[in-house]
């Protein structure tokens, strides 16, 4: 499978999904206006990777700052990888990286902690 | 008719503390550029940061939602118009917003408004909790999270004021204020 990759703007995020090595990441801003334009080729792309069950995914989650559209499909791509470990015996690991001292990003990633059933690692930089 | 004075203006928004003022479409390029500007405030990151998350929520109200639209060539369809200034006091940042809307849509948005503002900080985070994971709503492209995520940013109520404008649509104005201290 083709691994994915998007390059990175002032509101796009630098997303690198690897097939291959089963990690994905996302780094960056995000505040297109139009995210469910923006982000319908990443859906495609994972739901066609997490077809094959047994993976273990690595998530690197580095953003530093994305608007209240973007945290909905950041929700719906972590509720993917959720149905992938309970359906398909996946096995996937969320590193959620902030910032020091940016206490919002760190409580962003304890809300989507509490919302999905994933391993979470809280990690500053 | 009296001509419009720059200099009269610039006067006005020094007096007001008026960093930024922006009238018109609000494209993806103009919000590209709001971001630049407000990185270099002069406070603590995470203040910046909220101040521009407030901002871009309200721009992409104005985007989205103005009953006022206008055709941008670059983005190949109709934009809405409205304007966004930051103003500040000794305290706070107050960032504002105005745009049209159509006079029926008042009521509700009043509505969640008061509602929004009336929850603890507790149940404010339930409620935006529970309104990201409901499905988005049809032809609508915004999260419905943007009053929500500005009453949590700014820790302080969203204040909404509504003018006629003419027969059909309200000039609808919408501030928050930012607290300077974390």
Known sequence: MENFHIDGSTYIPRIDFNAQTGVLELEGESYHEYTTEFFGPIFSWLED????????ITLNFKMSYFNTSSSRRFLEILT????????????VTVNWYYEENDV???????????DVELSFNLLPY | MEH??????KQQLSARKI?????????????ALIGKSLRNTPESR???KRLFAIVIEMAQNIHHYSAEKQYSEKDGR??????VAIAEDDDHYIITSGNCIIKTEVPPLIERANYINGLSPDKLKQ???????????????????????????????????IKDYDETRSFFILSVKVNKEL
């Open chain 1, 80 to 91: 993917m990888l959720e149905d992938y470990q309970n359906d398909k015996e996946g096995k």
């Open chain 2, 127 to 161: 409620f935006y909790r529970e309104q990201r994971k409901a499905p988005q709503r049809e032809g609508k492209p915004g999260a419905n999270l943007g009053f929500i995520d500005m009453v949590r940013k700014s820790g302080n109520p969203i204040e909404i004021n």
């Open chain 2, 46 to 48: 995470v203040i910046a």
């Open chain 1, 104 to 114: 919002d990003m760190l409580e962003s990633g304890e809300e989507y902690a509490d």
């Open chain 2, 4 to 9: 419009f004075s720059v200099k009269t203006f």
């Open chain 1, 49 to 56: 990777y997490l077809e094959a069950p047994g993976k273990e």
């Open chain 2, 19 to 31: 960093s930024l003022a922006f009238q018109g479409i609000f494209s993806q390029d103009v919000l």
């Open chain 2, 78 to 83: 109709d934009i809405g118009v409205g304007i």
